[in-house]
């Protein structure tokens, strides 16, 4: 059985994993209204991969014997700017998730949850790969510009992205 604290921080994680959903769709519909279309198919995959990591963190709170608390999610904004602020921004907030999976592992650890902590191994191991996997995007958006045609090779090379 999980703890009540356990609970109630997986269930935010749970939020903020949706949340992260939602601030993707809404940047990927700003880069298709600006006719970035790669990049917009990219931040559709990524919001599918975000509902995906929150419905295997529903999983295992219910298997635990565990409540879902669902909370209404905060609207993200509509206005982005250019791809690479929208990228940057995708990075600033990749590493505030990882923050808050850092502090679910050591709550884990502090109560000695090996379940937990065993399962938040997992989101560890994905966080570094999206924050490499965006920094990568971030450094090649910063050589090309968002000026010229070097943006629309990378934008049909983002669109290459489908999910797995
Ligand atoms: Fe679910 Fe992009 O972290």
Redesign the pocket.
């Known amino acids: 059985m999980i703890s009540q604290t356990m609970q109630h921080a997986l269930n935010a994680q749970i939020n903020l ?1 949706q949340y ?1 959903a939602q601030l993707y769709l809404a940047m990927s519909a700003h880069c298709i209204g600006k006719s970035f279309k790669g990049f917009g198919q990219w931040l559709k995959v ?1 919001a599918s ?2 509902t995906a ?2 419905a295997r963190l529903i999983d295992f709170v219910l298997d635990r014997g565990g409540k879902l608390e669902l909370q209404a999610l905060e609207a993200p904004p509509t206005e982005f700017g250019g791809v690479i602020q929208v990228f940057e921004a995708i990075l600033a ?2 590493k505030g ?1 990882t923050g808050r999976i850092n502090a679910l592992f050591e709550l884990a650890r502090a109560e000695k949850d090996y379940a937990s902590e065993i399962a938040l191994q997992w ?1 560890v191991t ?2 570094v790969e ?1 924050e490499a996997r965006v920094g990568e995007i971030v450094d090649h958006l910063h050589a090309v510009g968002d000026q010229g045609g070097a943006i629309w090779y990378l934008d049909s090379k983002m669109g290459k992205r489908s999910v797995q």
Do not use: N, R, T
């Open positions: 994993e992260s990524q991969e975000e990591h929150a907030h990749e998730i989101y994905e966080q999206e």
